[in-house]
C-alpha cells in the first residue's frame, strides 16, 4: 500500500500518510483534502505544500506535490531534484507505526 492510516491516541482517524520520495518525509493529508479511499492508487486533492526545515542552522525547502492515481507529481516551485517531475508512490510498510 501507499497511503497509511494516522490514527489518534483514542484510535480515531487523524489523517492519511504518504512517503515522499522528493523531500523524504511522511505527508499527512488530514480532514482539509479530499481522499479516493484507494490505498494502492491514491488520489488527494487539493495540492501539498510543505515548509520543511532541515540542517543546522535550519533553511526551509518548500515540497509541492500532487497525488494522483498512486503518483507523486512534483511542481516546479519544490527545491528538491524532483521538481518538475511524476513518479509513482514508494510503498509504505505495514509495520510502520509513528
Ligand atoms: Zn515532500
Redesign the pocket.
Known amino acids: 500500500m501507499k497511503v497509511k492510516e494516522i490514527k489518534d491516541s483514542n484510535g480515531a482517524h487523524h489523517s492519511w500518510a504518504i512517503k515522499?520520495?522528493?523531500?523524504?518525509?511522511y505527508?499527512l493529508f488530514d480532514s482539509r483534502w479530499s481522499f479516493n479511499g484507494n490505498l494502492e492508487m491514491p488520489t488527494f486533492s487539493p495540492s501539498?505544500k510543505?515548509w520543511?526545515e532541515v540542517g543546522d542552522p535550519k533553511r526551509q525547502i518548500v515540497?509541492h506535490?500532487f497525488v494522483a492515481n498512486g503518483k507523486?507529481q512534483?511542481l516546479s516551485d519544490?527545491a528538491?531534484e524532483l521538481r518538475g517531475q511524476t513518479i509513482d508512490l514508494p510503498e509504505i510498510s505495514e509495520d510502520w507505526n509513528s
Not at 515522499?20 to 518525509?25: F, I, M, T
Open positions: 515522499c520520495p522528493g523531500c523524504g518525509y505527508h501539498m510543505s520543511i515540497c506535490s507523486i512534483f519544490c528538491h
